[in-house]
């Protein structure tokens, strides 16, 4: 590239950057700074959201397997093709078979989108419960995450919640009695039973169309708000929390191990 070029291109860049619209979107200058990377942090709306300064250890994607940015990725692809979806569902027990089976032969896409948004659900519940396993596992939960970790159990809840209410959509054999089964479980539940059970189906026995309809309410409305209003918590507690929990420190052990090793002594020597 020619000097001439070079120097219309700087031009061209120092001429944006220090406009009225860019400097009205970015309020900050390059976070080259520990200064400006807090003050860049602080005044963008997406990326407040993590803390200014992480654990490198905690970073490493065989620590995290990043399986909290999966679930939210596949939370993301779950809520676009559920839209697309809802155009052609009607959640009525005389057309829903019916409407399935349109949008799998019949709509441009639809078996495709159908399908991504089928295995997105399978694959959410899979990497959430991973996620709480890890979670558990590297002892995250203590202090002072506790309360980031009852929102996560909240989180797994909606989740399994959502595959339940989804199930019943397609209002085929297999979903049918597989809602009959758990709502009659939850009548045998002690004290407020009958309550829960009247509360899924809308019905005293059975399922039918007041069960569809709140099912189909609870799955694309009341779970999905109450689950992106926790994902909004989740991250806020995260960032609060100073990001990830970063592995435990190395054991008395161990940093005798290393010691000796750069000494080039027996540990024994050491004690």
């Known amino acids: 590239m020619s000097k001439t070029n070079k120097g219309l291109l700087d031009q061209a860049w120092s001429m944006t950057t ?3 619209l860019w400097r009205s979107i970015f309020r900050h200058g390059y976070p080259d700074t520990p200064l400006n990377q807090s003050l860049v942090m602080m005044g963008n709306v997406f990326l407040h959201l993590h803390p200014v300064k992480v654990s490198r250890k905690a970073m490493k ?3 995290t397997w990043c399986l909290g940015g999966l679930s939210f990725f596949l939370f993301l692809v779950l809520t676009i093709t559920g839209v697309f979806l809802m155009f052609y ?3 009525e027990q005389t057309v829903a078979y019916a409407n399935i ?8 896409f639809g078996n495709i989108v159908r399908n991504m948004h089928r295995w997105a659900a399978h694959l959410m ?3 959430v419960t991973l996620h709480m396993i890890r979670v558990f596992y590297h002892g995250a939960y203590k202090p002072p995450r506790e309360f980031n970790w009852v929102v996560g159990v909240i989180l797994f809840l909606v989740t399994l919640l959502l595959s339940f209410t989804g199930y019943l959509l397609p209002w085929d054999q297999i979903g049918y009695w597989a809602i009959t089964v758990g709502s009659n479980m939850a009548s045998y539940a002690p004290i407020f039973g009958a309550q829960v059970h009247n509360f899924l189906t809308g019905q005293p026995v059975g399922v039918g169309q007041p069960t569809l309809v709140r099912f189909y309410t ?10 992106a209003i926790m994902m909004a918590v989740h991250f806020w507690r995260i960032r609060k929390d100073g990001g990830e929990a970063g592995p435990p420190p190395p054991s008395r052990r161990e940093l005798e191990a290393a010691r000796a ?3 080039n002594v027996p540990v024994s020597a050491l004690n």
């Open 18 to 20: 220090e406009s009225q």
């Open 61 to 63: 994607i065989t620590y």
């Open 101 to 108: 089976q349109q949008i799998t032969s019949a709509v441009a």
């Open 125 to 127: 519940v899979v990497t």
């Open 218 to 227: 609870l799955h694309v409305i009341g779970l999905p708000l109450v689950g």
């Open 89 to 91: 569902f009607v959640p």
């Open 261 to 263: 090793e750069s000494q």
